[in-house]
């Protein structure tokens, strides 16, 4: 669970993802320890309208990210604090 966190900078090079499945891999691999995530990153979404991402091909440079595991979003104020409880993992700005 995560409380409070502000999220993570992360770049991420399109053409390095052969598969959408790398780039959750490769986020679960940066959630900070705090995040508990039983099954690692397994959907991504905006933070403002909770449209889900499907393919790396979605992200737009300078955008922010929502990561979560199984959970459907859940709106909050992403980036600022979390609810105490959430599984959601603010990300942050994607920078090609």
Not at 64 to 89: H, I, L, Q
Request: aromatic share 10%; proline share 4%; with cysteine.
């Amino acid at each position: 669970m995560m409380t409070g966190s502000k999220g993570k900078n992360v770049n991420i090079v399109a053409s390095r993802y052969g598969k959408f499945g790398d780039l959750l891999n490769d986020l679960t691999g940066r959630l900070p320890a705090s995040v508990l995530l039983a099954y690692g990153v397994r959907q991504i979404y905006t933070p403002t309208t909770g449209r889900r991402i499907r393919h790396v091909g979605q992200l737009k440079d300078g955008s922010s990210y929502v990561c979560a595991g199984f959970e459907t979003f859940k709106p909050m104020n992403y980036g600022r604090t979390n609810a105490p409880g959430t599984t959601a993992a603010f990300v942050g700005t994607y920078r090609s």
